[in-house]
């Protein structure tokens, strides 16, 4: 096979899942955010993982996400949808059960007119300025939330990656502020980074994402996915040859070059080139010249015997440190991860 193998660890992610619950109180629960097709590793096969282990709330970020999942994890399971409401929404939000969470007074208006009794959640904007009521807004909506079915208010944090900054006590503050006359209903600010930060942050429910599949700002995570490509051809270079599109590299002295079947295409970043290593066992192989759509050269010079298979992701290299190389963060090497990998679920 001269696909790359990609192979994602459900055990991982339920562990990680039960780690990051049991930092917050029992009374706390703990979702799971599966945007993005799970951060690009699968929706399906992840939620009917978590969903096994004890997970009863989701959050996806369209209806087209949330009918999916419904239609995997079953009827029980609350889903949330992060990106609001629209009306050609409607059926799909019905029809699979889902809970917008409304955004802005055109948003709220929008849903009173079509399905007004249908369960919703507030999303409050404590300083991101992204999404969610300002706070004039907020207050200018109490006379009518009574008629809302609410069963949740969100705020989201903007630096809660890092500990020291003092946006988190801020924001916090200001959640506390914007949400007092609103303490009736259950409340959630704290995704990964939040529940890193502490009890005051928790709240009613938290809404771990990246930190399920082994990423920054979750250090204690267990890796979750292993890249492999395989090696298509070795070939000897002399000094004075170049390698790759646009001579980007040029060979001093005697090299051997393997060249790995993944590229860009695959969503690892031309960026990589001549920046990142990637693996034969724990021994690292620099990327030479410029990553191309479906290939990528890297020097095994050193190697005392060259492997079939070359680690990208896995026990060598994390996704976070592969994302540095490429001036980059883990949530888009993940998300990027390209469909043409042969995928392989293992554990669950």
């Given at each position: 096979?001269?696909?790359?193998?990609?192979?994602?660890?459900?055990?991982?992610?339920?562990?990680?899942?039960?780690?990051?619950?049991?930092?917050?109180?029992?009374?706390?629960?703990?979702?799971?955010?599966?945007?993005?097709?799970?951060?690009?590793?699968?929706?399906?096969?992840?939620?009917?993982?978590?969903?096994?282990?004890?997970?009863?709330?989701?959050?996806?970020?369209?209806?087209?996400?949330?009918?999916?999942?419904?239609?995997?994890?079953?009827?029980?399971?609350?889903?949330?949808?992060?990106?609001?409401?629209?009306?050609?929404?409607?059926?799909?939000?019905?029809?699979?059960?889902?809970?917008?969470?409304?955004?802005?007074?055109?948003?709220?208006?929008?849903?009173?007119?079509?399905?007004?009794?249908?369960?919703?959640?507030?999303?409050?904007?404590?300083?991101?300025?992204?999404?969610?009521?300002?706070?004039?807004?907020?207050?200018?909506?109490?006379?009518?939330?009574?008629?809302?079915?609410?069963?949740?208010?969100?705020?989201?944090?903007?630096?809660?990656?890092?500990?020291?900054?003092?946006?988190?006590?801020?924001?916090?503050?200001?959640?506390?502020?914007?949400?007092?006359?609103?303490?009736?209903?259950?409340?959630?600010?704290?995704?990964?980074?939040?529940?890193?930060?502490?009890?005051?942050?928790?709240?009613?429910?938290?809404?771990?994402?990246?930190?399920?599949?082994?990423?920054?700002?979750?250090?204690?995570?267990?890796?979750?996915?292993?890249?492999?490509?395989?090696?298509?051809?070795?070939?000897?270079?002399?000094?004075?040859?170049?390698?790759?599109?646009?001579?980007?590299?040029?060979?001093?002295?005697?090299?051997?070059?393997?060249?790995?079947?993944?590229?860009?295409?695959?969503?690892?970043?031309?960026?990589?080139?001549?920046?990142?290593?990637?693996?034969?066992?724990?021994?690292?192989?620099?990327?030479?010249?410029?990553?191309?759509?479906?290939?990528?050269?890297?020097?095994v010079t050193h190697l005392h015997k060259v492997p079939d298979q070359i680690e990208i992701l896995g026990p060598s290299q994390s996704i976070d440190q592969l994302a540095a190389?490429?001036?980059?963060?883990?949530?888009?090497?993940?998300?990027?991860?390209?469909?043409?990998?042969?995928?392989?679920?293992?554990?669950?």
């Amino acid at each position: 096979m001269t696909r790359a193998r990609l192979t994602i660890d459900l055990d991982a992610i339920i562990a990680n899942w039960r780690a990051l619950d049991a930092l917050s109180a029992p009374n706390v629960e703990t979702s799971a955010v599966l945007k993005a097709d799970a951060y690009g590793l699968g929706a399906v096969p992840i939620g009917n993982a978590v969903a096994s282990a004890g997970v009863k709330t989701f959050f996806v970020a369209l209806a087209e996400e949330g009918s999916d999942l419904r239609a995997a994890i079953g009827p029980d399971p609350r889903i949330f949808l992060l990106n609001g409401y629209i009306p050609s929404d409607r059926d799909l939000i019905v029809n699979n059960t889902l809970i917008p969470i409304l955004c802005s007074p055109e948003q709220i208006a929008r849903f009173r007119e079509s399905i007004p009794s249908h369960p919703c959640a507030l999303q409050i904007d404590i300083g991101m300025n992204r999404m969610g009521l300002k706070p004039l807004e907020l207050a200018s909506l109490f006379p009518i939330l009574p008629t809302l079915n609410i069963q949740l208010i969100l705020g989201h944090l903007s630096c809660s990656d890092d500990p020291l900054s003092p946006f988190n006590p801020a924001q916090l503050a200001t959640f506390h502020a914007l949400t007092t006359l609103l303490a009736l209903y259950p409340r959630s600010l704290a995704a990964t980074g939040g529940i890193l930060l502490g009890a005051s942050y928790h709240f009613a429910l938290t809404r771990p994402g990246i930190g399920l599949f082994g990423g920054h700002p979750f250090a204690k995570a267990n890796p979750v996915v292993t890249l492999t490509a395989p090696i298509l051809q070795i070939r000897d270079v002399l000094p004075g040859e170049s390698i790759g599109y646009g001579a980007a590299f040029t060979a001093t002295q005697p090299m051997r070059i393997a060249t790995i079947a993944a590229g860009y295409a695959d969503g690892l970043p031309r960026a990589l080139g001549g920046k990142a290593n990637f693996y034969a066992g724990n021994i690292p192989c620099p990327i030479i010249g410029r990553v191309s759509m479906d290939l990528i050269t890297l020097d095994v010079t050193h190697l005392h015997k060259v492997p079939d298979q070359i680690e990208i992701l896995g026990p060598s290299q994390s996704i976070d440190q592969l994302a540095a190389a490429a001036g980059t963060v883990g949530y888009e090497i993940l998300t990027s991860l390209g469909t043409r990998f042969d995928r392989h679920y293992k554990g669950g």
